[in-house]
Each structure stands twice: as C-alpha cells, then as structure tokens.
C-alpha cells in the first residue's frame, strides 16, 4: 500500500490502490457464472436461434419459455452472441410487456382490461379479483402465488369478460366461475408439487 | 358404424369448456358401449352456444349448446348420437337462419372441417387457389387480386393487388411475405378463427402471394396473446411441408416458398406494420417513418407485401372461382366480404361474414338480438380501440369504407364492440387515451406526451373543473395527435375520444 502527500491538502492522505487491489477490482467487475439451470436455458436457446434473421425475439421467448423470465444475468452473455450490445437486448426486454426480468409467481392471471370485456363488467370482475387475491393490478396476491396482470385483448370479445390463467383462456367468467378456476388452479399446482 | 361427433377446438370454445366436454362425451360413450369418433372442428362462431356439439346424422350434423361436461349423461339419455331433440339441441346447424343468412366465403370452411386435416382441407376446395396460381404468370396472379377489388382487411383498406404489384415490380434479391397476425383489437377475433380454424387456407394464400412477387420467404407474426392459434399454425405448416405445399418445390413446381411463424410479446403497437417489421427483425416495436414503403424497403430493407391474416386468407378463393366472383360481392369501392365481429353487450355475438353494405342496426338487432343484458344499447365502437363510437343515429349507414369515412369513423378489421346504457362515455374516452400512454411506442410526441396530457385533461372534465375550457383544450390536442402522429395509435387514439365528446357530451357533464 502506498501513501501520497498530496500538496496543499493540509497533509491528509490519498489511497491508492496496489497492483493486486486493482486486479481484485476488476475481477469484481465479472458478473459471476450463471445458475446452472439458467446458463442451460440461455445456452439452449441461442445455439438454437442465433444465426437465424431476426433470431432475438423468438430466442427471448425460449429463454421465457423454459423459465419463465429472462433474468437479468443472462443479458450479457446473449448479447454476446448475437453481436449485439447489452443495452440492446435490455431495450427489447423491457420494451415488451410479455417478458419478464424476474421469478414469476407459481401461478399468472391476466386479466383482460380491453372495451368488450368492460362492457360485460371487467371492472366489477378486477374488483372481485383484487379483494380475492388482496392485491391490485401488477401486484402479487397476499400468499405471493398468484400475479395479477392486465392483457389487451384475449380474442374472446364475444365469450367476455375473459381472463388467462397460466396461459390458458377462459371466457364468460363470473365471480364464481373465478373463484372455481383460481382454485383448480392452485389444486393442480399442489397436486404437481 | 362409427359416430361422428364434433366439438371445437377454437380458443373461445376451450374457454368455455370444450375440451371438458369432449373428455365427459368419450367417457359417457364408451361406458355405454357406443361406437364413436370425435372431431375437434373450428368454431361456427355462434359464441352463445359454445361449446357447440354437432353430431352426424344422415340428415346432416344437429346442433347443440351451449354443452357443458355435466350435460354429456342427459344428451346420451335422449340420444342425441342420433340426433335426438333436447332442451339443447337446435336442430340441423346448416339451417340455423344465423348462419344461413350469411354469405360465408372466407369462412366457408371454418367450423366444418377438421382444421389440421390436410384431406379434409382438400375436400373442401381448398388448393384450387394455388394450383391455379402455379399454372399461370406472377403478373397474372397479381392481375386478378388488382381485379377483385380486394382491399387489406387490418383497417387500412389499401388496395392489395397495388401493393403486390408494387413488391412485384421492386428488384430485390430476397422478398418477403410478411402477415400480419397481431390482432389486437378489443373486438376482433377474425384472424384467431382463420388461424385456429383453418390455417391451411392462410398459409395457401400467402404461398401464391409469395408465388405473385417473387417472395420465397413468409413470416406469420402472432401475438403471444393467441397460443392456440401458434399451436395450430405450427402444427399446419408441418403438414403443409411434409405434403410438399410448402418448401424448395411448391407442389413440384420448382419454385420455392417457405413459412415460419413468430410470436409477438405483447406490444399493441405491433400490429403496425412497420413497428411489427422492426419487432420481426428482433429490435424494439418502434414505428417507422414512411417513405419508404415497406413494399420497396420492408423487411431487412427488402421488398416485403405486409398483409394481414383475412386479406391473404381470401386469395386462394379469388384464384380459385375469378376476380369477377368476388368482385361481385359488396358495393361502391367495398368489394368482396367482410367478417364482421360482433362482440361486447350482445345477446348473439360472433362471426357473421357478409357482402358490404349491411347496416349497424341489422346486425345489432337482426343478428345480435340486442344486449346481453337486455337494456337498451347506447354506443356502438366500430373498429377497434382506435375506432369511433357511433351513435344511434347513424346506425342505418351501409357497412362500407367510404360511407364510415364520410362521418369520421372507420370500419378497421370490422370488431363491433356494444355498449348498453350503464357505459360511462367519458370513462371510455379515458381509457382510450390511457391505452395509447401505455401501447405507445414514444418515438413521436404528439403521442407518447398527448395521451398523458389526453387523461389528465379529461380526469379534470371529468370532475367538473371549467368544462367548457377543458372541452377545448382536449379538441385542440386531439388535432395535435390527429395531424401530428407518426402512425395510427396516435393519430387515431382521438377518433373514439372525439366521437364520444360529440355524441355524448352529457357523459362529461356538458350540455347537448
């Protein structure tokens, strides 16, 4: 360690770093290897789609698919092999509302918030969620098993009002028909687990 | 013999429970010991009655719905695989005057056929489009699109044949044939049908635009909102390359044509066909400006042909039975048909293809039999998020590009969305403006800032703070917007703002 007089500091002392210090800074800088898991993910999808035109979407979705997020980690590594920059690939993620940069809850409920489910009573519907679920929109329920979400349109605009529920749609929903659905949900994932 | 029994396997049949159904139907069968076979069809689009069961008979397939799995036991009591009456049957589903009254080419097949049967697809007429194509010149082909008067059915309305010859004429080492399936209009579900009820006849079309231009590349994209019809897709243009339609040499042609499909992820925006171009080419949906046109520089900067799902879908009949065929449905500079999508407060909503020229309260009343729930309808948005609401007087004009032009409203991709009486305006034109501050992509400001300044501006009519000055201010922005937008979310956005103003300014505590 070396110390530098630093002139007219009245004396006070500036700290430099060693040789070794730097070293051990700039290793810091490294973003640690990734999950196992995730680095298999990452790595599946872009031997997959990398030389295909436009390969960064459906390369997203791999990842998404067999995650359920893009985690932020994986952004280097991905924007290195397409030969882009990393503020590249973070603007595509963050631009589209589909994709998602961290754990998803067990189960997504998206509720659609477009004008034909209004007019069947989306909006008594998001109510009937939010106090079911004791969250609000974008939020995640009080147990942290559910995510609530809005979607635009589900293309069910004569079944409304419609909601998707880990990806499957359903149509005509009462509070009732929510309440059955949520908890066949929870069931099913129980039962898996 | 073995029974045939169909049960959809459109998303909003699955919605509804369809495949519960399909599931109690065999179950039931076999412990009864009767012999039949069930076919997973489209939907009929009669979604009041989904799930819809048809059963064959010698008479021809019996309808009934809406099935849920705890009906199965009771239909078998009243042996409905013989097409026996019961509380839910309705009788032979051709003669249903719903359907009959149509004048269904597009959808001809839709509900019918077994979507991902490739035989069946056959059997139905399907191919004759192509196999015409494939025996005349690419600017014969083009020739008879230019001649049906076809237009794009997304809500542009721009004359396709001009388009294609347009991507014909342009040099260019590789062309594209771009669809665009991004339909995000609250309203439509047309595209969903066509992509989940028969895609051969999408990929058919797209092959012979491909064959007109000199394309040898197609890209479906498909919002991620719609996983069946990806699944459907998928599944048919497997088959559709395992049978030699798709690949090196169409059909033994020697020419090639190939399709991939790609998901969107969730930007409205998208449906734009530059910004779906940029999304396809993996970057953020940003609008493009235009010149140039995407028909010159689309696509990796290439002569592309942007279309969307219902206008290629009625190439392959235009090839099959003339221009002149088509052409003669329709009127004025509509021709052809349009798939109206009726959805929202009505009792009957669903597909309902028709020549232009159909009047708003026919289809209200005549079609839909007024709300669903039963009050009286108050407004009526033609065209998606994007379109205006129109009032009751207005209702007796002919469903037809320029008519809807004339009093400021737009037909779009034909969603119909109804309103009863309980619909707050105002609340309405709010969310319209919020829509636009959540989907805008930001490149132009009269959009990415007007929308935000639109809800706010309308939060302060809303709550009664000097109205009149507040109502102008909003007309004045909305101009902004209108002339000042890169694109149609933007320059839209103020049509169903506008019009609920205008014909509802009670609802914003103005005075008539």
């Known amino acids: ?193 | 013999m073995s029974i045939t029994i169909f049960v959809p396997r459109d998303a909003a049949a699955l919605a509804v429970g369809a495949d519960a159904v399909a599931t109690a139907i065999v179950r039931e069968a076999a412990a009864r010991g009767i012999d039949i076979t069930i076919k997973r069809n489209g939907s009929r689009g009669m979604f009041w009655l989904e799930p819809l069961v048809e059963v064959q008979t010698e008479a021809g397939r019996v309808a009934y719905g809406p099935v849920q799995a705890s009906d199965v036991a009771a239909l078998f009591d009243a042996e409905f695989q013989r097409g026996q009456i019961h509380p839910l049957s309705h009788g032979l589903t051709e003669s249903l005057p719903w359907l009959a009254r149509q004048q269904r080419l597009s959808f001809a097949r839709i509900g019918v056929t077994d979507p991902l049967l490739l035989d069946d697809y056959r059997a139905h007429g399907g191919g004759e489009g192509l196999a015409r194509a494939l025996a005349i010149a690419p600017a014969d082909i083009v020739q008879q699109v230019l001649d049906s008067g076809l237009r794009g059915r997304g809500g542009a309305a721009f004359p396709t044949g001009i388009k294609w010859r347009t991507v014909h004429d342009a040099p260019g080492p590789q062309k594209y044939i771009v669809c665009n399936a991004d339909e995000g209009d609250s309203g439509s579900y047309s595209d969903r049908m066509v992509m989940e009820g028969d895609p051969f006849m999408l990929i058919e079309g797209m092959t012979i635009a491909g064959l007109a231009v000199g394309a040898t590349q197609g890209y479906i994209y498909v919002r991620s909102e719609y996983p069946h019809a990806i699944a459907a897709l998928e599944a048919a243009i497997g088959t559709a390359r395992d049978a030699g339609w798709l690949g090196p040499d169409v059909l033994g042609s020697g020419r090639a044509f190939d399709l991939a499909v790609r998901k969107g992820a969730g930007s409205y925006v998208c449906g734009e066909e530059t910004a779906l171009l940029e999304s396809l080419e993996g970057k953020r949906g940003i609008v493009r400006a235009k010149p140039p046109l995407p028909a010159l520089q689309g696509l990796f900067g290439e002569p592309t042909v942007v279309n969307n799902v219902i206008t290629l879908a009625a190439v392959p009949l235009i090839l099959a039975r003339g221009a002149a065929f088509y052409a003669n449905y329709g009127q004025g500079r509509s021709r052809g048909t349009l798939p109206i999508q009726l959805a929202g407060n009505i009792r009957h909503g669903g597909l309902i293809e028709l020549a232009f020229g159909v009047t708003l309260r026919e289809l209200l009343f005549d079609w839909g039999g007024g709300s669903a729930s039963g009050r009286p309808v108050k407004a009526v948005q033609v065209g998606g998020p994007l379109g205006a609401y129109v009032p009751e007087s207005q209702w007796d004009l002919p469903l037809d590009y320029e008519a809807y032009a004339a009093v400021g409203a737009v037909l779009g991709h034909g969603g119909i969305v109804v309103h009863d009486d309980t619909a707050d305006m105002a609340r309405l034109a709010r969310y319209a403006m919020e829509f636009c501050a959540v989907e805008s992509c930001g490149k132009c400001t009269p959009c990415r800032i007007g929308s935000t300044r639109g809800v706010e501006v309308i939060d302060r009519l809303r709550t009664g703070e000097q109205r009149d000055k507040q109502a102008s201010l909003l007309r004045d922005l909305c101009a902004t917007m209108v002339d000042g937008s890169l694109c149609a979310m933007g320059g839209m956005t103020p049509f169903p703002v506008l019009s609920a103003l205008k014909h509802y300014p009670q609802d914003f505590g103005l005075s008539a």
Request: charged share 20%; hydrophobic share 40%.
């Open chain 1, 1 to 193: 360690m070396q110390a530098v007089q630093e002139p007219g500091q009245g004396g006070r002392e500036v700290r430099l770093a060693s040789p070794g210090e730097l070293r051990e800074k700039l290793r810091s800088l490294v973003p640690p290897p990734l999950d196992p898991a995730v680095a298999e993910a990452v790595n599946a999808a872009i031997a997959t789609w990398r030389h295909e035109p436009g390969g960064l979407m459906p390369l997203l979705h791999a990842v998404q698919d067999a995650l359920g997020y893009v985690p932020p980690e994986a952004l280097p590594v991905i924007a290195k092999a397409l030969s882009l920059s990393r503020a590249e690939v973070h603007g595509v993620v963050s631009y589209y509302h589909h994709f998602k940069s961290s754990k998803p809850a067990a189960h997504r409920l998206e509720l659609c918030r477009a004008e034909a489910c209004q007019s069947m009573g989306a909006d008594a519907l998001l109510a009937h969620a939010e106090t079911r679920l004791g969250c609000s929109l974008h939020g995640r329920s009080a147990d942290g098993q559910v995510e609530l979400e809005p979607v635009y349109c589900l293309g069910l605009c004569a079944s409304a009002p419609s909601l998707m529920l880990d990806g499957q749609p359903q149509g005509r929903v009462t509070p009732e028909r929510f309440d059955a659905l949520l908890a066949e949900a929870r069931a099913a994932k129980g039962a898996a687990a």
